[in-house]
């Protein structure tokens, strides 16, 4: 399927907002498309609340984006539905099966690419997919692998010899070996170059395009805005926001960010004076005027200066993002 | 797991080791050279040795065989009384008494005398030299003295290894060694994969750690079964060592002896969260297990670290290797050996399985 980012994904029925069923004590009858559904989740390390009671449901055949900075608990999450941490509280089902009980059998029908690339140096590119096969019941033929991931020539190259897109590929390659019905991805293209990036990007639309479920975590509120049907917004342990990327954005009660600084001091009451200013914050030097009238601001913004002996030394302005949903609940960015 | 799995993982796992070529390498070459440098370089077999004569006949003929021993530049002699020369000798301060019984000298003039030599058979360094050595001198009395070629005979006793050179004991001891440093190796491996993320990419996957141990094991048995083959083959070809005793009870003993190392290796890893310290711990493990396990040389060690020294796995494989190998040894003389292997084995295998972590 031929990708192009920029194509804005056609907005998607919002599920609507269940009440967190383990609370209730009920079992809970997992509906046909749901193939993911987190309860309560909760896990601890020590004093610290990695993962903080969170509960949300992933529909078969979505792309589920959990979107939060470094810390946020998404690695966490992620490592307790593929059944490589026990939770301390909650519930997973996962394919209709209690995740945490049933690990081994759900594990044979996940794919699952973890932050480090986890190859044997070693070994062949066909050695690779041919260990990781065997230990699945359900296998795709080397060839269709070796093929879809444009691995063919380098068949017999180790992987010690390979390029960083090559090993990527392999590295998703080797998710993909049982041709699992729910794949996840754990912040995937961290450390790729935009390009590298790019193409990655298309083979999450590829698998997603095949019917398979992607979850997948990331800090790159791009990435999210250009893969995902829904994002959950995660932030110290809990969920913020759950929704599409569009209806997150538009939840907010501004459409537009302008970032300006100043020689000498502005007092943020003045800021919030301006003209259909909804908000100020400040960050890194720079006061950021959540905005619902760009015009009107900039002109406010203006007047505000040409009185007063302060300059503006830089202004940008921006169509809201996923990054100011972010910063508009926790005050702080994705990335510091 | 199906068979297909499972021939699929061992195939693997073997071809890793087998791409790792310094660490199959270095283990196989410090035996080969340690032969190279016993075998040849250093040869015991020519150092003096102490020989006591005990005088029991006290004539003119027994005088003279005494005589016959005198001047020989690879014995010490002494003269001395039965009971204290044979003290002596259970302490291991002399190689051989022999002894001259009373009526040698009439004996002699029948045509039919003989000696008694009581042999140290727990230097086997040695023995092989000593022994030869009294028959020589004693040959060449027969000869020249008694003018007659079965005159004196020699009475061996206490010899239960007849002549076991040193590189017949040292061989056995480098095929242990060997498998000790392989696959104490699992734990260094096992780190380096936990430490790449690998096993938490194992993890993730229906994989069962026993399984992964099983494979493990086999494939590590295959590489330690290839290392025995060259190590005795050279023997063979080099020194002339012969396997004396059944090729299956050494499979079996060297089968019993990868699982042991194996296990110790998975115990360490499983404790030890970085490379460089579980390299650390597996020197500190091997080298005191190389020399108490008497890899290199025989060891009498005093009662205080007795207990210690038969508690070395080591010391077990290379006693059951040289049963097998040098006496020929059958399941009677190594049931005990492999007994304590096995506890070993079941011991290291039951707490690595309890200690095993994905990440």
């Keep these: ?336 | 797991m199906n068979v297909g799995a499972f021939i699929r993982l061992v195939v693997t796992q073997a071809t890793i080791i087998r791409r790792n070529t310094g660490f199959w390498l270095s283990s196989i070459l410090m035996a080969v050279i340690s032969m190279a440098v016993f075998g040849w370089l250093f040869d015991f077999d020519t150092q003096a040795f102490d020989l006591a004569v005990v005088d029991e006949d006290r004539t003119e003929a027994s005088q003279s065989l005494v005589r016959a021993f005198d001047g020989l530049e690879s014995v010490e002699l002494r003269e001395g009384e039965r009971d204290e020369e044979m003290e002596s000798l259970d302490h291991g301060d002399r190689s051989a008494v022999v002894i001259v019984p009373e009526g040698f000298e009439d004996e002699l003039a029948d045509g039919s005398a003989s000696l008694v030599a009581y042999y140290d058979n727990s230097d086997p360094i040695r023995i092989g030299y000593v022994t030869s050595t009294v028959e020589a001198v004693v040959d060449d009395f027969n000869t020249r003295v008694a003018g007659q070629r079965n005159a004196v005979s020699v009475e061996r006793q206490a010899v239960a290894t007849s002549n076991v050179r040193y590189i017949d004991f040292l061989t056995p001891g480098m095929v242990g060694m060997t498998i000790m440093w392989v696959n104490l190796g699992v734990g260094f491996l096992l780190v380096t994969w936990r430490e790449q993320g690998i096993l938490r990419r194992l993890g993730v996957t229906p994989l069962r750690p026993g399984s992964l141990i099983v494979t493990q094991a086999a494939s590590y048995a295959l590489v330690s079964l290839t290392q025995v083959v060259i190590i005795l083959t050279m023997g063979r070809l080099v020194f002339d060592v012969t396997v004396s005793g059944s090729y299956l009870w050494l499979a079996v003993t060297v089968a019993l002896g990868v699982m042991t190392m194996l296990s110790i290796g998975y115990v360490i890893a499983s404790l030890l969260e970085t490379v460089t310290s579980v390299n650390a711990l597996i020197n500190l493990v091997a080298f005191p297990m190389i020399f108490l396990g008497r890899s290199y040389f025989p060891l009498d060690p005093p009662p205080a670290v007795a207990p210690l020294v038969s508690a070395i796995p080591l010391t077990h494989l290379n006693d059951a290797l040289r049963e097998v190998v040098n006496n020929g040894g059958g399941l009677s003389d190594l049931w005990v050996s492999w007994a304590i292997l096995a506890a070993w084995v079941v011991g290291g295998f039951g707490l690595s399985m309890r200690l095993f972590r994905w990440q």
């Excluded at chain 1, 066909?126 to 020539?153: G, N």
């Excluded at chain 1, 805005?225 to 939840?251: F, H, K, Q, T, Y």
């Design chain 1, 1 to 336: 399927m031929p990708f192009a980012a920029e194509t804005p994904r056609p907005a998607t029925q919002v599920a609507p907002r269940t009440p967190p069923a383990g609370e209730t004590g009920e079992p809970v009858l997992p509906r046909a498309d749901v193939v993911l559904a987190i309860e309560a989740l909760t896990k601890r390390y020590g004093s610290l609340v990695a993962v903080d009671g969170i509960s949300f449901e992933v529909r078969r055949g979505e792309t589920f984006g959990i979107l939060g900075p470094n810390g946020a608990g998404k690695t966490t999450t992620l490592e307790m539905i593929e059944g490589l941490r026990k939770p301390d509280a909650g519930r997973i089902t996962l394919l209709s099966l209690d995740a945490v009980r049933r690990r081994r059998a759900v594990q044979d029908r996940i794919g699952v690419q973890l932050q480090s690339q986890a190859l044997w140096p070693e070994l062949t590119v066909e050695e690779t997919l041919k260990t990781f096969r065997a230990l699945f019941k359900k296998r795709v033929s080397l060839e269709t692998l070796l093929e879809r991931f444009t691995l063919t020539e380098k068949r017999r190259s180790l992987v010690r010899d390979l390029s960083g897109g090559q090993k990527q590929r392999l590295s998703v390659a080797t998710a993909l070996v049982n041709d699992p019905e729910v794949v996840f991805l754990d912040e995937p293209t961290t450390g790729l170059d935009p390009q590298a990036r790019r193409s990655f990007w298309d083979l999450i639309h590829d698998m997603s395009g095949e019917g398979k479920t992607v979850i997948v975590t990331t800090h790159y509120m791009e990435e999210a805005e250009a893969l995902c049907e829904r994002v959950a917004i995660m932030d110290r342990g809990r969920i913020m926001a759950m929704d599409s990327p569009r209806e997150l954005v538009r939840g907010l009660d501004f459409d537009n960010t302008v970032e300006c600084t100043f020689a000498g001091a502005v007092e943020r009451e003045r800021l919030l004076a301006l003209p259909a200013v909804r908000d100020v914050k400040k960050e890194n030097g720079a006061h950021l005027l959540f905005t619902t009238d760009v015009s009107a601001t900039l002109a406010g913004l203006m007047g505000l200066t040409d009185g007063s002996g302060e300059r503006v030394q830089s202004l940008q302005v921006r169509t809201a993002t996923l990054e100011d949903v972010f910063i508009s609940l926790t005050g702080r960015r994705l990335r510091d």
